[in-house]
């Protein structure tokens, strides 16, 4: 899929949250993006009649630009940033339901890590993983590893040739996994830490980097915690993600392993684990102090309620999360999640918003500004999905929305005969080629979100460059 490097311009509609409370259509945008992946301009409604003008004014020609006109039913959206999930489960996705998290984590979920110790399992793999997530229209994804380097470092690879924007984690467990798989000792798992930052590195690719991966605090004895919050220190800008506070089972061995800690989330932060760019998984059970202190680290949660249904985890409060102004972007933790799709976790993100909404006994609070005991808004979700994922990872001036200055990390949305027939958007008598008009474009955004799929995901860019899609050009 390599492409000569050339000017590009989009014609039609585009959609973005912009905040939590807002997204913005504009159903007749013109879009100007450099050879080198950066939107460069960004008109909102032009008249077709006034295309060329409009480009003049920022001193392009269209005789030199690729010219690309949506049709109907077709926009412009960021892609989708996948705040956590696991590339050596999709093999076991969508089995293991029956158990709660330690029990599908020692008969499910290790046992199938453990393969990739075989290398040229692990390419086939990881090769598949890849370009599905990027297909899904996933653009930005933080793939934790297996322990094994040399599988990581084939995946830190992978994404790496196909265009993704990736964290790559190897993942560090040391103790309460199993015999055959199991690092041997802090050290080593340390060392093998220390190697697959260098090797990440030695790629030279902005856009794929390594991020600390302890898998949680039951998986790694104290002195492998101490060590990593010295790699942490000694890279102050490098991201970090690890689970925390899934299930109840999981949360009282934790609290037998460190008694001098008062909750799951002081763990973290008394080996130095928890700061900007600190990415906690599930966070199903925060208490307060735990959620006040996540806040005052400037850490975030990565909301994955496909995963904490399937295993029976329960529901984060991620209204309250967002009302206490913590980060929050999503993630389909496959394989507790059963699909590689942000689609899907929009909808379980909205489906678990309405029941907390539902159960609560009290009614929620008036003020239009707060989120708790409310259904999550459109708006809210697309920017979990986009904006406040890429906020969480430490790129939200980079990606997340269709601006100038920021990478064009993009999809193009069909959701005509194209994709998915079944979603039932008709063009009607008298309306033109681009959708017409905002409520419309909104309407057809709710559909997709709730009923579309990867058919719909038409074309996937990663810094200007095609990296996937149902109908890559
Ligand atoms: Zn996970």
Avoid at 20 to 27: E, N, S, T, V
Avoid at 315 to 342: C, E, F, H, Q, W
Wanted: overall charge negative; aromatic content about 8%; some cysteine.
């Amino acid at each position: 899929m390599a492409q000569r490097p050339t000017r590009r311009v989009f014609y039609g509609s585009l959609v973005h949250a912009t905040s939590l409370r807002h997204i913005q259509a504009c159903p007749r945008a013109l879009i100007g993006v450099s050879d080198d992946g950066v939107i460069d301009w960004v008109l909102d409604d032009v008249d077709s009649a006034s295309i060329q003008d409009a480009m003049i004014s920022k001193g392009w020609q269209i005789e030199d630009v690729d010219f690309i006109e949506l049709g109907f039913g077709q926009w412009i959206m960021p892609g989708f940033v996948d705040t956590h999930t696991h590339a050596p489960q999709y093999p076991n996705m969508g089995i293991g339901g029956q158990y709660e998290l330690l029990d599908w984590l020692k008969n499910v979920t290790f046992p199938t890590e453990a393969k990739f110790e075989d290398v040229e399992y692990a390419k086939k793999a990881y090769t598949s993983v890849v370009q599905r997530v990027l297909d899904c229209g996933t653009t930005t994804c933080c793939y934790y590893a297996t322990l094994h380097l040399q599988a990581t470092r084939v995946l830190a690879d992978i994404c790496h040739a196909k265009g993704q924007r990736a964290f790559i984690g190897k993942c560090n467990m040391d103790r309460h996994a199993s015999e055959t798989y199991q690092e041997s000792s802090p050290a080593q798992s340390l060392a093998d830490t220390e190697t697959i930052i260098s090797y990440i590195g030695s790629l030279e690719d902005p856009l794929v980097q390594p991020i600390l991966t302890p898998r949680f605090a039951i998986a790694c004895c104290d002195d492998l915690l101490a060590g990593l919050g010295t790699i942490a220190s000694q890279h102050p800008d490098m991201a970090i993600q690890t689970h925390i506070s899934e299930n109840p089972s999981e949360i009282a061995f934790t609290g037998e392993l460190f008694p001098d800690c008062d909750t799951y989330a002081h763990v973290y932060d008394k080996f130095g684990l928890l700061r900007e760019k600190t990415i906690l998984a599930h966070g199903v059970h925060l208490k307060d102090d735990e959620l006040d202190l996540i806040k005052s680290r400037n850490a975030g949660i990565s909301h994955c309620p496909t995963s904490n249904f399937h295993l029976s985890s329960g529901i984060a409060n991620v209204a309250d999360m967002l009302d206490r102004g913590i980060k929050v972007g999503l993630g389909t933790d496959v394989s507790g999640g059963y699909s590689p799709s942000i689609l899907t976790a929009i909808q379980h993100a909205s489906i678990a918003s309405k029941v907390l909404a539902f159960q609560a006994s009290s009614p929620p609070d008036s003020s239009p500004s707060s989120f708790s005991q409310k259904q999550l808004p459109l708006s809210a979700l697309l920017y979990l999905a986009t904006l406040g994922g890429a906020d969480l990872c430490g790129l939200s001036s980079v990606i997340g929305t269709i601006t100038p200055g920021k990478q064009f990390d993009a999809i193009l949305v069909d959701v005509t005969k194209g994709g998915v027939e079944g979603i039932w958007v008709e063009q009607e008598v008298g309306e033109e080629l681009g959708v017409q008009n905002k409520a419309r474009l909104l309407e057809m955004l709710e559909k997709f979100l709730f009923c579309g799929d990867s058919r719909n995901v038409r074309t996937v860019w990663v810094k200007g460059r095609v990296v996937g899609g149902a109908q890559k050009p």
